[in-house]
């Protein structure tokens, strides 16, 4: 009768964890499909016509002999005072963007600006994201925009981006300074002197961090800069820290910032003085260059497809763009963890690490993605983890505490 009564206990509990297994499988599978449709939302995508530029166009109000003195108690070079634009722009191949905007210096709190000591920088940031570095030449790295055109202009002139056989753009200079810097005259007087000479074509401006909210967000959301002074040339594509006096070592960063490949544009900017300290600026930009852009190549994966729960796996995962641009990876590892790796070089290899915190199968997901969000296809690796059993009846006691008194009680047979 004993032997009778354990066999029949065998067999109940053996139903009974077949059934939970069973219902395990059922839920899981079920979530997959939500997943799937999810992952399936967003999907590349095939370019087939230009595209249009999507610039970041940022128009800064500047006095050449500032109202702000320098630690060395002498005014600040074009020192900034508020952004007249400061938004992006859409503009179709072949097509001209026009904009007239006024800027009331009452508004922004300048309503004593002066008619001779005005003018207004125009610059066009590239759409591409690139990198650059606020402590040259691998640390402080920030996602950037790089200047395209600029173009500088005072009350009745009309000016435009200069291109010469050396210079493929105007070049833009922002210098990251405070008044309580005792380093940061010299750099402000080597870039004026270097400007004055008229033999470079580039502007500049002093963005005085303790004297401008708005100065300061640029600084240090935007360029991430660490110490003072900072000149960052051409929204980063190159960078110096400190009082550098040396007036070659600007002449060498603009030159060499001044021959990047650029979008080609025609870029004009004129300005009236309305009085009132009001200003009218109008602004036009003709986009000279077809742009085509494809999504980057669906990743590889490659790494363990099993092991043990609680060890940390490393995997391999590399894509390429044809057009070069750097990739992000965006990374689902099938437990309810995503994170998003990059930017990366096109090609190369990473590295992602995971810990798996609980037995099971498990399908990673991985899709790459270019500095213009072009997406690819996914990629997938399905790995396991040991699985055990006594992990799929806490869950499903949990989601039916009713049964759990009936298996007791056959236990107790």
Known sequence: ???LRSNYKKTIISIILTIVVILSYTATAISGIKEEKNYNEVSSTNISQSLPYEGYLRIYVVEPESRWDNYDDEPYHYGFLDFAYNDTVSIDYQTTYSNTIIWDGSQAGFSDIEEDNIIVIAAIFNPEIGRGYSDPPTRGKFETHFVDATAGVKPGETSSNIVNENFTHTVFV????ATWCPYCPAMANSLNNVYTSGEYPFYFVALIE?????????????LNLIYYPSAFFDGGDKTIIGGASSENTYISLISRTGSRDVHELDFEISLEWLGNSEL?????IKNNEEFFNSPPETPSITGPTSGG?????TYEISASDPDNNDIYYYIDWGNGTIETKGPYDSEKTVYAKHTWVDRGQYTIRVRSRDTYDEVSDWT???????????????????NHPRLLPLF?????L
């Not at 690796?381 to 806490?394: A, D, F, G, H, Q």
């Open 174 to 177: 922002e210098e990251g300074t």
């Open 210 to 222: 303790d004297k401008s909210e708005v100065a300061r967000y640029r600084l240090i959301n935007d």
């Open 408 to 412: 007791n009680k056959i236990l107790n």
């Open 309 to 313: 729960y609680g060890v940390e796996q």
């Open 1 to 3: 009768m004993n032997q």
């Open 280 to 284: 009218e600026i109008d602004i036009s």
């Open 380 to 398: 997938t690796l399905e790995v396991s983890m040991p699985r055990k059993v006594s992990n799929y009846l806490t869950s499903f006691f949990n």
